[in-house]
């Protein structure tokens, strides 16, 4: 059953547009994350937002930013893409240990 | 039915015992991902293996696609190895949506 929810599926942009995309969670989890998983498959996590409280993967540019209406939401929104941000981006929550994802966005950068 | 059947649910072993933890789909497949999440901590990428073996340290990953299943082998375990694997597939349908299976909860004996 999906339960983390994204928008959209696909993107396709220039270099030093504004994207941003949609996360949802409908399972009552108090956290939630963004990862970006590359082109050599490797999933990396690049923010966890639980109760009002961000944390920061040190290695994230900061063009992107998490925004959060509440915690069954957090969208990520990226500044001015670069082709090195041509990735897919998985949202996930939790609520203990096991971490729920959603089925992600694919980003392609020209 | 769910397309990616874990096994087993949970292990409990000594340390210094080798542990194998497996994965089984029903649909077709472009590649199995393995990830390890540590007890309250995000995912961190193991494994991206199409096909056939692969190693890092103390792990292996095994994908027979004709068999349909997919096998974490972690040799002589330590207690840092604790926490739960996921394994997660990659369709062969060209989509980029993961679906992952329900994870292997493994504890060590010290």
């Known amino acids: 059953e999906t339960a983390v929810f994204q928008t959209p599926n696909y993107h396709v942009t220039q270099v030093g547009n504004e994207v941003s995309f949609n996360c949802k969670q409908t399972l009552g989890h108090d956290t939630m994350y963004w990862y970006k998983q590359d082109s050599k498959k490797l999933l990396k996590i690049m923010f966890s937002?639980?109760?009002?409280?961000?944390?920061v993967n040190e290695t994230v540019p900061r063009r992107f930013s998490p925004q959060s209406s509440d915690k069954a939401h957090l969208n990520l929104r990226i500044k001015s893409v670069e082709p090195e941000d041509s990735a897919v981006y998985l949202c996930?929550?939790?609520?203990?240990?096991?971490?729920?994802f959603g089925p992600g966005t694919r980003l392609t950068v020209l | 039915g769910q397309q990616v059947q874990q096994s087993p649910a949970s292990l409990v072993l000594q340390e210094g015992e080798n542990a194998e933890l497996q994965c089984n789909f029903s649909?077709?497949?472009?590649?199995m991902q393995w990830f390890y999440q540590r007890p309250g901590g995000s995912l961190v990428s193991l494994f991206y293996?199409?096909?056939g073996t692969k190693h890092s340290g103390r792990l292996t990953s095994t994908t027979v696609i004709k068999e349909r299943r997919s096998s974490l082998h972690i040799s002589s375990s330590q207690t840092t190895d604790s926490g739960t694997y996921l394994c997660a597939l990659e369709p062969g349908t060209g989509s980029n949506r993961l679906t992952f299976g329900k994870g292997t909860k493994f504890s060590l004996i010290p």
């Open positions: 996930a929550s939790s609520w203990t240990f096991e971490q729920y």
């Open positions: 937002y639980n109760n009002k409280q961000l944390i």
């Open positions: 649909t077709s497949l472009n590649s």
């Open positions: 293996n199409p096909s």
